[in-house]
């Protein structure tokens, strides 16, 4: 089943204890990106990646990092995280962003930073 | 820069009436328009899209949407609501003229509610 899976679905941490949420996806996709949602805001770009080894930055990127190694897997590495990453995290991926490819998204990570 | 705006945070209709979801954009060139549903505790689910040809796109659910380049609008639409329509409905937009920086910018959702 063509797919996009996100891990840990669910996490609590506190301030400042690394920690990484992993994303990968099935479907030979080049475009891979990361959103965050927060209430009234909608979905915010953190990170994307045009394809492996090539990364940047989208709206949100404060506090993030990412990784692109492998074509199907995609990182989001917090290093430090604070109360104010407290949110709803979204992977997507698609074939690619220059011909308006539908973006398929994973099932979320909820992230609460105490 | 495109952006996207939802103008209701909430829609409330009957079962069985038509919906419409409101959406519009601001793009420098030609948009690639899209919606997605959420459903809660899941993922975003892609709708529908356009892209080019037939202002009025068919997409998953019975949904449509009209695209109007004069008013820079992409409502959602569909002729019967059904309980199970009841979710969360996010409006994209990527411009094609200058790429968008390589990514869709999305609207701030509006829930719909869909009573008995």
């Known amino acids: 089943e063509a797919q996009v899976t996100q891990n840990p679905r669910y996490l609590i941490t506190v301030t400042g204890k690394k920690l990484t949420v992993t994303c990968s996806q099935n479907?030979?996709?080049?475009?891979m990106s990361w959103y965050r949602q927060d209430p009234g805001l909608g979905l915010r770009q953190i990170y994307y990646?045009?394809?492996?080894?090539?990364?940047d930055k989208g709206d949100v990127p404060e506090g993030y990092k990412v990784s692109r190694k492998e074509k199907r897997n995609f990182p989001l590495i917090l290093e430090s995280p604070s109360p104010n990453q407290t949110s709803l995290y979204f992977c997507?991926?698609?074939?690619?962003?220059?011909?308006?490819?539908?973006?398929?998204f994973g099932p979320g990570t909820r992230l609460l930073v105490l | 820069a495109q952006s996207v705006a939802q103008p209701e945070d909430q829609v409330n209709v009957a079962e069985g009436n038509p919906l419409t979801v409101k959406c519009t954009y601001s793009?420098?060139?030609?948009?690639?328009l899209f919606w997605y549903v959420q459903y809660p505790n899941r993922g975003l689910q892609f709708l529908l899209k356009?892209?080019?040809?037939?202002?009025l796109v068919k997409g998953s659910y019975g949904f449509e949407a009209e695209f109007n380049k004069s008013q820079t609008s992409f409502h959602l639409k569909k002729p019967s609501a059904l309980v199970s329509d009841s979710a969360l409905y996010f409006c994209?937009?990527?411009?094609?003229?200058?790429?968008?920086?390589?990514?869709?910018?999305f609207g701030t959702g509006t829930q719909l509610k869909v009573e008995l």
């Open positions: 997507a991926s698609s074939l690619s962003v220059l011909r308006g490819e539908t973006q398929y």
């Open positions: 793009v420098s060139g030609n948009p690639y």
């Open positions: 479907m030979n996709h080049e475009y």
């Open positions: 356009y892209i080019t040809g037939d202002n």
């Open positions: 994209a937009v990527r411009d094609i003229l200058t790429g968008g920086g390589n990514k869709l910018t």
């Open positions: 990646s045009m394809n492996v080894e090539v990364t």
